[in-house]
């Protein structure tokens, strides 16, 4: 009997796991139980976000994927509290050291584009916060896009009303090495941002907000084919939210921000296949 293809699914934990091997010791603690690794508990929490669903669900789904367990070595199945443990444990630079790796996996040519986009903290029903006139704050999350692969080389999560030029400042300082050329739009025109990302060696694709006829000028002289690449932000934003829910399933706002870089991680190992 011909043996089956690996299927995406496959494939994706098989990446995952690998690249957590790369990130993460095998156990937290020396005093672990040593039932499941690290790098198990890493890659299911990717494959949650990936399918989108529960803790429960997904361990019930996996009792009938004899290939996905093996494929990382699985015997044991942990309880959904436990993954909700991990998940609590691991710091955000676990979680950008891992985005960091998964970047790699993809070509990237230096062209970047800067754009923020909001998710829904919570499932209230619109209809409802309507009638009862609550207002659903949403995480406010702004993307670094590599044009050529859409890969996500970095994010910034704020809970606040931070302006977009406030935020430009510290993305820049993080990716000198992997930007070339920084695609934004009027949100992002404050001087201080060319000056700083000129100083790093980056090129300033950004509009100008039209106070005068010499801003409108300057606009006109973009160039239409390398600025109209902006578009693949809104691209990556929509992917995102379509494939991986427009709601943050998580109550805490450290929790949140954890769950936005994991749906990063995961975009980019699914570009990666």
């Known amino acids: 009997m011909q043996a089956l293809p690996k299927s995406r699914l496959l494939r994706f934990v098989e990446q995952a796991f690998h690249l ?3 990130a993460v010791a095998r156990y937290s603690s020396k005093f672990s139980k040593q039932r499941s690794t690290l790098h198990q508990h890493i890659v299911l929490l990717c494959l949650k976000v990936r399918k989108d669903t529960t803790y429960r669900t997904l ?14 070595n699985l015997t044991e199945l942990p ?9 609590d444990r691991l710091d955000m630079a676990i979680w950008r050291v891992l985005l960091n790796l998964s970047v790699t996996l993809l070509p990237t040519n230096g062209v970047v584009g800067i754009d923020a986009s909001g998710f829904d903290r919570s499932h209230a029903s619109k209809h409802y916060t309507k009638r009862t006139k609550l207002t659903i704050q949403q995480l406010k999350v702004t993307l670094l896009v590599d044009t050529r692969a859409n890969a996500l080389l970095d994010l910034h999560v704020t809970t606040i009303r931070k302006h977009d030029s406030q935020i430009a400042p510290s993305l820049i300082k993080r990716n ?4 070339a050329i920084l695609l934004g739009d009027k949100g992002y025109d404050d001087q ?7 100083e790093d060696g ?8 039209e106070f005068s006829s010499l801003h409108k000028a300057w606009n006109a002289r973009l160039d239409a084919d390398l600025y109209g690449q902006r578009s693949q932000n809104e ?12 709601f943050i399933r ?3 706002w450290w929790k949140q921000f954890h769950e936005v870089v994991v749906g990063c991680h995961t975009h980019n190992i699914e570009k990666a296949l």
């Open 59 to 72: 361990l019930d789904e996996l009792i009938e994927m004899p290939r996905i367990r093996k494929a990382i």
């Open 250 to 252: 998580s109550r805490r």
């Open 176 to 179: 000198t090495g992997k930007v």
């Open 79 to 87: 309880a959904p509290s436990t993954l909700c443990k991990v998940f």
């Open 235 to 246: 691209t990556v934003n929509s992917r995102l939210k379509r494939k991986y829910g427009a």
């Open 202 to 209: 980056i090129r300033p694709l950004i509009k100008h907000r």
């Open 192 to 198: 201080k941002i060319r000056a700083l990302a000129r």
């Open 20 to 22: 957590a091997r790369r």
